[in-house]
């Protein structure tokens, strides 16, 4: 069978390929096992550091459980402010990363709608917006 790794050496621009078991680098800094988003987030800013990656996953990169979730990422509803910063920063990540790598992410931020059903729940929209 095939796996898929990314990695990258360094300053050398990030790539993705796909390769055969025998073709897999015998060394990295860094292997990530699983190609979700978090594998894939995970294998992303390690590389983004200089780190030598390779990320394995046994069929095409997102193909598992990952999915499920596509266009459920919003920026808004943390209670948190470290979880919105990230959510934030998520969503910017994820609109420039075509610019970047040439890869379409297929991101559209299109945005949703939620009704508040009483003043506190106002209050906290707004904050949190």
Known sequence: GCLRA??????EAKEIRRLKSSDIPSEAQAVVVGGGIIGCSVAYHLAEMGTDVVLLERDKITS??????AGLMVTFGSLSETS???????KQLYQSLEAE?????????CGFIELAPNADRLEEYRRVS
């Not at 990314?6 to 300053?11: H, K, L, M, R």
């Not at 919105?84 to 998520?90: A, H, L, V």
């Open 6 to 11: 990314a990695f990258s050496s360094g300053s």
């Open 64 to 69: 598992g459980t990952t999915w499920h979730a």
């Open 84 to 90: 919105t910063e990230m959510r934030k920063y998520t």
């Open 101 to 109: 790598t040439g890869q379409s992410t297929g991101f559209k931020g």
